[in-house]
């Protein structure tokens, strides 16, 4: 399982061809009702190597599965899921971008959307034995 999260990391290695989870779009709010307004507003589309990979948004959470990066007391999460197969061996790009449909606050005085607003890019190595 990866959390693809800039406050983590942008490079990661896996095994190739190996089947991965991979958790993006991790979105944290200032409480529940803030969430409440990421989860009904927020899409993440996630690519690979330019091809969409179809995910899942996850129930909105006080905490994410693998935590890396800045937490806060309060903080509630909205994430997405995709599992993938596997990744041939070599180097993968990939880019998680976000969108609202409407306009939501995340409770911390910052206001997002609607329309897109942000693309966070990363790099997958999957190495062979």
Partial sequence: MLLLRR?????????????IRLL??????????????AYAALAVELTVDGEPVLGEKQSMTADLPLM????????????????????????HEVSVAFRSTEAFADGLGNTYG?????IHRFRITAIGE
């Fill in 68 to 91: 890396c990066g800045d937490d806060f007391d309060d903080s509630w999460w909205v994430y997405y899921a995709a599992d993938i197969e596997g990744l041939e061996q070599g180097t």
């Fill in 7 to 19: 406050n983590c990391a942008l490079e990661y290695t896996v095994a190739a061809d190996a089947p």
């Fill in 114 to 118: 609607p329309g897109g607003f942000g």
């Fill in 24 to 37: 993006y779009g991790a979105w944290s709010s200032n409480g529940a009702t803030y969430a409440g307004y």
